[in-house]
């Protein structure tokens, strides 16, 4: 199979095609073939040698951890899923650096895969289940956000943002973000109460008594001295001190858990229109196209997800 694949660390330019065996299975592992996929900021960030200490891949690696596409074999204990199924996932990140999604094909456990929605494209599915995941898991189980609560959720207009906002609206939060001045009306369209731009205005001094934070920028300092003794701060984005942990207000770090059934009941939202799934731009599933969407992504403005599409659909 084709796959597009790094030799080295470093810029966009370490992008080539390279041809590589279907993955093979395990029992519990399904393959799909790969129709759309989405750039995380953890795909540059990997391509730049960041991510050396967590995971002890060899080259060539295959970057990529979003998948849309349809099942064309299935390991022998799967249940649930049956060749022919169009799925979406977050699947795992494999120690051989081998299994990502910019390839025709990917290997996904089942118990990450859910069934795409009926309503949404392969190019929105895709632009799902990492970003909304993480959005689910910190607003509803860390943060475990509750009707009237005092919501900061800090760069709404990403990928992750953008899903958590809608998630803590639809819980009945009361939603803070902050991001450029020219994405504010448009943030509030989407259900944010406060707009605040980070550029200009300092969000300390103008929100108290939150409840929590969702800290997708690393600035847990600042996020912490928002909140209610009792209150909560969540960052994905950086690593709380010892006594920030245990103190009130306190911290905690987020690492996404990719989980199937998760990923199926916010895509039941996104059926049902109560979450949107908004695409910033899509790129072809190319080393150009690769290349060009790692670098709108590196650039920190893009309005929701970057989508790379599967040319031969
Ligand atoms: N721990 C985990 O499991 C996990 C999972 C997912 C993501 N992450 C991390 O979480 C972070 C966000 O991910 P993402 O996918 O949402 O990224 P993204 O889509 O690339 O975020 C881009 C957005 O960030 C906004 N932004 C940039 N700097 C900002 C600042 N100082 N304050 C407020 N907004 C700012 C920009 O808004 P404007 O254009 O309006 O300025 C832009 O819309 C990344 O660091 C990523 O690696 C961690």
Redesign the pocket.
Known sequence: MKAIAINNYGSVDEFHEIELPVPTLAPDEVLVKVKATSV???DW?ARLGYLQKMYPWHFPIVLGWDVAGTITKVGSAVHDFKVGDDVFARPDIYNEGQYGTYAEFTKVKQDKLALKPSRLSFQEAAAVP??GL?AWQVIVDRLQVKKGDKVLI?????????FAIQIAKHLGAVVAT???A??ADWLRKLGADTVID??TQDYTQLLTDYDAVFD????IANGLKILKPEGRLV???GHPADSQKTAKPSAE????QPNGNQLAELGQLINDGVVKVII?STFPLSVQGVRDAQQK?EG???????VIVATDN
């Open positions: 995380n900021p953890i960030k990492l970003a993480t800090q760069a709404g207009t990403g990928g992750v943002g953008l902050t991001a450029s020219r994405n980070y550029h997708t920028t690393d600035d960052t994905i984005a770090a987020w690492w996404l910033d992504s920190n403005h893009a309005r929701g997800k970057i």
